[in-house]
């Protein structure tokens, strides 16, 4: 059972709990960035984002709001345009992110699609989000609906990024924040509490282990990469094969 033959014994590498209890822990505050999805002067996706930052911030991360405000469209204009670069430092920048859309026509808005569209996919055969914590919210106009955060979880996912189990979905959003945009006390408001905390948890426990969590069999193969913990563990495995063989 454990003969391979498909595949290249010298880049596999068996996962261990030592590589995951690597020595040293960041002490800076978590970074995140926070991206929402309307350009309305009156936007709720905007506002659930601050009162997201309010709360990351009460939890100990520093925090980043992008403004989406003359983003051109992907393809639109240049990758030195800018927003964009603004947009692609902020991404750089931070070690996990929240993304807040509204729900239009049953899916993310524009202006949400447009944002992660501009983050690289791939850098250098690397997804340069890959690694970093996410967490997903929507705003709704009417009944609650999970269309908005189950497209942002799909993005999320091929951007490679750990997106965190929980969610926040506020319906009937005009309901939900007074008139200086702030947010109501509500089983929504609890919910969001919960999100940026899970967030804060998840970031705090992956962000120094990312480089490992993300590393795989198959870019190592591309790349050539062999790490004498790697060349170790494949002797290891070819010497079993052998003795399995000789005897």
Not at 31 to 60: H, K, P, V
Not at 68 to 94: F, I
Not at 141 to 164: D, E, H, P, Y
Request: aromatic residues 8%; neutral net charge; charged residues 25%.
């Amino acid at each position: 059972m454990d003969d391979l033959p498909a595949a290249a014994a010298e880049f596999l590498c068996t996962p261990t709990v030592d590589r995951l209890c690597a020595p040293g822990w960041s002490d800076h505050p978590p970074r995140i960035l926070l991206l929402y999805g309307s350009l309305r002067e009156r936007s709720y996706s905007r506002f659930l984002t601050e009162e997201a930052a309010r709360i990351l911030q009460r939890f100990g991360a520093e925090t980043r709001i992008f403004d989406p405000a003359g983003l051109p469209l992907p393809d639109g204009a240049s990758a030195d345009h800018p927003k964009v670069q603004e947009l692609r430092a902020l991404s750089a920048w931070s070690e996990g992110q929240v993304w807040c859309s509204p729900e239009r026509h049953g899916a993310i808005s524009g202006v949400m699609k447009s944002q992660i569209d501009w983050i690289p996919l791939e850098v250098g055969s690397v997804r340069p989000t890959q690694g970093r914590t996410l967490a997903v919210m929507q705003v709704s106009g009417g009944s609650q609906s999970f269309n908005a955060v189950n497209t942002l979880r799909l993005l999320g996912r091929w951007m490679r990024m750990i997106t965190i189990p929980n969610q926040s979905s506020v319906a009937k959003a005009y309901q939900e924040f007074d008139e200086a945009g702030r947010m109501k006390p509500s089983a929504y408001y609890e919910r969001v509490v919960d999100v940026m905390e899970e967030l804060v948890k998840f970031t705090l426990l992956t962000r120094d282990r990312s480089d490992y969590l993300v590393d795989r069999y198959s870019e190592r193969k591309a790349a050539g990469r062999v790490t004498e913990a790697d060349e170790l563990a494949a002797a290891a495995m070819a010497h079993e094969s052998r003795l399995r063989a000789a005897g």
